[in-house]
């Protein structure tokens, strides 16, 4: 959590997670460090887009837990490696199914 005032890394940037072809995604985050708003480009859920506040844990260097709640009660925790490429996303959908993705994750011009 940025209990410290202490910006993430991330913020202000964008960057695209790509689960497959589960699911493409550009997270955009507000240079507040507290908010992102996502948007599915590729995908069975291409075209959702929601602006969510999210919770940032640093865990190593470039290494980031993410949490937030979606409007429709689902839970989302991610661990993003930034430097790393890589991303880790675990949901739990307001039907209560569990779903865990691993992909890829890029910097990319900001939408």
């Known amino acids: 959590m940025n209990d410290d005032k202490t910006l993430p890394p991330f913020a202000g940037r964008t960057f695209e997670v790509r689960y497959?072809?589960?699911m493409t995604a550009l997270n955009?985050?507000?240079a507040d460090g507290q908010?992102?708003?996502?948007?599915v480009t590729a995908g069975p859920f291409k075209g959702a887009t929601a602006?969510?506040?999210y919770q940032?844990?640093?865990l190593g260097p470039g290494l980031y837990a993410l949490s937030w709640q979606e409007a429709d009660q689902g839970t989302?925790?991610?661990v993003d490696d930034f430097e790393g490429g890589h991303s880790r996303s675990y949901y739990t959908t307001a039907g209560h199914d569990f779903?865990?993705?691993a992909g890829t994750l890029r910097e990319v011009a900001a939408a």
């Open 20 to 22: 497959g072809e589960t």
């Open 28 to 30: 955009i985050y507000a």
């Open 35 to 39: 908010t992102m708003r996502y948007e």
């Open 51 to 53: 602006e969510v506040r």
């Open 56 to 58: 940032a844990e640093a």
């Open 76 to 78: 989302v925790v991610h």
């Open 99 to 101: 779903v865990r993705m």
